[in-house]
């Protein structure tokens, strides 16, 4: 911006002035002043270089700044050529501001002082007046600004070094309006949210662009109207490749500007492959039921909490192929595996929303059932029934030979106080209902007398 010209009175001819101020020796000099007494001290007082300079580089004033760095008086310095006072050159300053200022105007200009290791800010303009002689005059000030600089710099490294780290980071960082508009997002996110370049970023609406699955943002968006901040909310969402994907999200909520709009800053971690890891260490690979890791840790949850809710009935059904080593032995492993797996999805077609499957080992398959003996019996009968039918050779022409099952089941308080021993209850029991001619459900009581030395 162009400074306005100072105004006249601070530019008093000869006759117009009052007695001069006294000088740095204590004496007084007729000799006339080209500034005003007031605003001569308004530039002693200030901290940097000020020098009034005509158009042919004379000294018409320094202030208190100039002559105390340079030890010199102001009449000792007053119509003395510049660049020889304040750089000791005879003839012309390489880059000197004020002839810039002669040339085009107002000028300013940083550079590093070698000679003094600092930062130095110079800058000259036109004042709009002239000297008695009629020539142009020019204030020429000098600031140090080093201070300003390290701390510009101290600013810009440490600037990117969060910038560096916001875009390094594997989870997504996210800035967003209230409404969900992004307006910014590292790499991470990018790739996560499937957005093709920032300059994508202002279109891209996260409340609304994302194809949501069973999750939803309403509870996100009231914990941030209500708390500001929200830990570990997770969606799950289709990409547009049809791949779904699960992230959980922290964030925090600020009001920002006059209106007081809400600006949403979050952190979107992919839980995707680890969900899938996860569901992998539960998961029996061969039948897609849960294995047995899973299973005993979720009975021992299950009978726990009914032991402590006296409301909760809970049993189990230990299931077994009858003749399933006969089976591999005669049609091999392959033809095994393609059994196992139709088993297992038998019995999920007959079994209900909160009973949980699992493939306890071999041939062996425990389901827990949330109900009583007389209902758990019922299930067993329906999942005995599944079996049979649907894994019959005129159901499904690859199954070599019908295939039935027997099933044990124990019930919680009744037959057993703890896990372990419901499942040694069940398993008895299995045995007890191929001992009485196979593909039947046992319910009776079974003792370690009763269970075969060797599995059919």
């Given at each position: 911006?162009?400074?306005?010209?100072?105004?006249?009175?601070?530019?008093?001819e000869?006759?117009a002035?009052?007695?001069a101020?006294?000088?740095?020796?204590?004496?007084?000099?007729?000799?006339?002043?080209?500034?005003?007494?007031?605003?001569?001290?308004?530039?002693d007082?200030?901290p940097?270089?000020?020098?009034?300079?005509?158009?042919?580089?004379?000294?018409?004033f320094?202030?208190?700044?100039?002559?105390?760095?340079l030890g010199?008086?102001?009449?000792?310095?007053?119509?003395?050529?510049?660049?020889?006072?304040v750089?000791?050159?005879?003839?012309?300053?390489?880059g000197?501001?004020?002839?810039q200022?002669?040339?085009g105007?107002?000028?300013?200009?940083?550079?590093?002082?070698?000679?003094?290791?600092?930062?130095?800010?110079?800058?000259a303009?036109?004042?709009?007046?002239?000297t008695?002689?009629?020539?142009d005059?020019y204030?020429?000030t000098?600031?140090?600004?080093?201070?300003?600089?390290?701390?510009?710099?101290?600013?810009?490294v440490?600037?990117?070094?969060?910038?560096?780290?916001?875009?390094e980071l594997?989870?997504?960082?996210f800035?967003?309006?209230?409404?969900?508009?992004?307006q910014?997002?590292?790499?991470?996110?990018?790739?996560?949210?499937?957005?093709?370049?920032?300059?994508?970023?202002?279109?891209?609406?996260?409340?609304?662009?994302?194809?949501?699955?069973?999750s939803?943002?309403?509870?996100?968006?009231?914990?941030?109207?209500?708390?500001?901040?929200?830990?570990?909310?997770?969606?799950?969402?289709?990409?547009?490749?049809?791949?779904?994907?699960?992230?959980?999200?922290?964030?925090?909520?600020e009001?920002?500007?006059?209106?007081?709009?809400?600006?949403?800053?979050?952190?979107a971690?992919?839980?995707?492959?680890h969900?899938?890891?996860?569901?992998?260490?539960?998961?029996?690979?061969?039948?897609?039921?849960y294995?047995?890791?899973f299973?005993?840790?979720?009975?021992?949850?299950?009978?726990?909490?009914?032991?402590?809710?006296?409301?909760?009935?809970?049993s189990?059904?230990?299931?077994?192929?009858?003749?399933?080593?006969?089976?591999?032995?005669?049609?091999?492993?392959?033809?095994?595996?393609?059994?196992?797996?139709?088993?297992?999805?038998?019995?999920l077609?007959?079994?209900?929303?909160?009973?949980?499957?699992?493939?306890?080992?071999?041939e062996?398959?425990?389901?827990?059932?949330?109900c009583?003996?007389?209902?758990?019996?019922?299930?067993?009968?329906?999942?005995r029934?599944?079996?049979?039918?649907?894994c019959?050779m005129?159901?499904?022409?690859?199954?070599?030979?019908d295939?039935?099952?027997?099933?044990?089941?124990?019930?919680?308080?009744?037959?057993?106080?703890?896990?372990?021993?419901?499942?040694?209850?069940?398993?008895?029991?299995?045995?007890?209902?191929?001992?009485?001619?196979?593909?039947?459900?046992s319910?009776?009581?079974?003792?370690?007398?009763?269970?075969?030395?060797?599995?059919a």
């Amino acid at each position: 911006m162009k400074p306005a010209p100072l105004k006249e009175d601070y530019f008093l001819e000869k006759e117009a002035r009052g007695p001069a101020l006294p000088s740095e020796q204590g004496e007084t000099t007729e000799q006339s002043r080209i500034i005003s007494a007031q605003f001569e001290k308004i530039l002693d007082s200030l901290p940097f270089y000020v020098i009034l300079v005509d158009s042919h580089h004379n000294i018409q004033f320094a202030n208190h700044a100039v002559r105390q760095n340079l030890g010199v008086t102001l009449e000792q310095v007053q119509g003395h050529y510049c660049p020889k006072v304040v750089h000791g050159v005879d003839g012309h300053y390489h880059g000197c501001p004020v002839e810039q200022a002669i040339k085009g105007g107002p000028t300013e200009k940083e550079f590093f002082a070698v000679e003094h290791g600092r930062w130095l800010l110079t800058s000259a303009y036109p004042t709009g007046a002239k000297t008695k002689e009629g020539l142009d005059l020019y204030f020429h000030t000098v600031r140090d600004i080093t201070h300003q600089k390290e701390a510009q710099k101290a600013l810009e490294v440490s600037e990117n070094k969060y910038r560096r780290l916001f875009e390094e980071l594997e989870d997504a960082i996210f800035v967003m309006s209230s409404d969900g508009l992004v307006q910014d997002m590292n790499r991470a996110g990018l790739e996560l949210f499937q957005i093709p370049s920032l300059d994508g970023v202002p279109d891209f609406n996260l409340l609304t662009d994302l194809s949501l699955v069973d999750s939803e943002w309403d509870p996100f968006m009231d914990a941030l109207e209500h708390h500001k901040r929200v830990v570990n909310h997770e969606i799950t969402f289709r990409r547009p490749g049809g791949k779904v994907a699960v992230v959980s999200i922290n964030a925090t909520m600020e009001r920002e500007g006059k209106n007081g709009d809400g600006v949403i800053r979050g952190i979107a971690r992919d839980l995707t492959r680890h969900r899938q890891l996860e569901q992998q260490s539960i998961t029996d690979e061969l039948t897609t039921l849960y294995n047995r890791t899973f299973f005993d840790a979720c009975l021992v949850s299950k009978v726990k909490h009914a032991q402590d809710d006296r409301r909760t009935s809970l049993s189990v059904l230990f299931l077994d192929i009858d003749d399933f080593k006969a089976y591999n032995d005669a049609y091999g492993h392959q033809e095994g595996d393609y059994l196992m797996h139709k088993i297992a999805q038998a019995m999920l077609t007959a079994l209900r929303g909160g009973d949980v499957a699992a493939r306890y080992g071999g041939e062996e398959f425990t389901i827990i059932v949330p109900c009583g003996p007389r209902l758990a019996a019922q299930v067993a009968e329906r999942v005995r029934a599944a079996v049979e039918q649907l894994c019959s050779m005129d159901n499904d022409e690859r199954i070599k030979r019908d295939v039935t099952a027997s099933v044990g089941v124990a019930s919680l308080g009744m037959d057993a106080k703890t896990a372990e021993k419901l499942v040694n209850v069940a398993d008895k029991r299995m045995y007890e209902a191929k001992r009485l001619g196979k593909n039947r459900v046992s319910v009776g009581e079974a003792s370690a007398a009763q269970r075969p030395t060797r599995r059919a």
